[in-house]
């Protein structure tokens, strides 16, 4: 059994890098998607996972592919199709934030057709974690819903990052509309900031109040992850805040997956944590990520995060 499965989005993330010859910014090639993301902060760990996917019948494709495998990320279920792998452009600000620039009209990781997946054997699983952009475009959205029904009636704990990117979207209320029904079905739920204003539609909505309500409609974990600042998190025991670790962000791309991973192995392999212990992890692997270049890549291994965690440096 997996520990983790994870549907949606498999991409190449071309990321500035380096100064070319002519002074201009060069873009490395770098593996990268949320969901996939997601399933390598855990792998990193020690967690088992597998992805299911859709990716190009191109040299993009391929590379992904082994990237996963080169994790121990089992990729019995990514299913190649004749458009191009997804591809997109990161711009880093001077704190690490980013912009992104997608070329996806359309993408392979909006070809998934749930007829196609070659095995069942995604549903052998402890959590299934799923996102939004898989709901932008058809067959892609037809088919994650269908394995959420699924899974839902094998009764496997659903994972929910909503990985809001607004330049997918016909509108913010489209997205909205389909983050709310997603709603419905999950266990564990990160949402970002920008998410959180989203959902409820508020503009100053409190993140406290916000997890109040999404407990509220039987979620059982909470997080709410604000950059670093901290995170605000929640369950049917607790409530709480956690103050961000203190690093020299480099690029931001990839912490709130490095965050939820981290999340999904101690839930799996920590049971006698508390929620704040473990909130306090996954804000050191989401500060560890910020400190290098791309989100896979940068996805720390557990000694890494022990060390930081010790070192006790908070905002």
Not at 43 to 61: N, P, Q, R, Y
Request: aromatic share 10%; net charge negative.
């Amino acid at each position: 059994m997996y520990d983790v499965v994870g549907v949606g989005e498999v991409l190449i993330d071309f990321s500035p890098s380096f100064q070319g010859p002519m002074g201009n910014p060069g873009f490395e090639m770098n593996p990268g998607g949320a969901p996939a993301n997601c399933l390598a902060a855990n792998a990193k760990l020690g967690g088992s996972c597998a992805f299911v996917g859709s990716v190009g019948k191109d040299f993009f494709g391929t590379f992904l592919v082994e990237q996963l495998k080169q994790l121990k990320i089992d990729v019995e279920n990514v299913v190649e199709v004749p458009e191009f792998t997804t591809i997109d452009f990161v711009a880093n600000g001077g704190d690490g934030e980013r912009e992104f620039a997608f070329f996806r009209n359309p993408g392979a990781d909006t070809k998934l057709v749930f007829e196609k997946i070659p095995s069942d054997r995604w549903l052998d699983t402890k959590i299934f974690h799923y996102g939004t952009l898989s709901f932008t475009d058809e067959p892609s959205a037809s088919t994650v819903k269908k394995m959420l029904r699924t899974a839902k009636e094998k009764k496997i704990l659903l994972s929910f990052d909503p990985n809001y990117r607004e330049n997918l979207w016909e509108s913010p209320i489209k997205a909205r509309e389909v983050i709310e029904e997603c709603l419905e079905y999950c266990d564990i739920l990160k949402i970002s900031e920008e998410e959180m204003q989203l959902i409820f539609n508020a503009g100053t909505i409190h993140p406290s109040e916000a997890v109040e309500k999404l407990l509220n409609l039987g979620i059982s974990h909470v997080f709410i992850t604000m950059g670093d600042k901290g995170t605000w998190y929640g369950d049917r025991h607790t409530r709480g805040f956690e103050k961000a670790f203190s690093v020299e962000a480099v690029d931001t791309t990839g912490c709130g997956d490095s965050f939820l991973g981290t999340i999904h192995y101690l839930l799996l392999h920590c049971p006698g944590w508390n929620l704040k212990e473990m909130v306090v992890y996954a804000n050191a692997a989401a500060a560890i990520c910020a400190t290098g270049r791309t989100g896979i890549a940068a996805m720390p291994e557990w000694g890494q995060i022990e060390d930081l965690v010790k070192e006790g440096k908070r905002r």
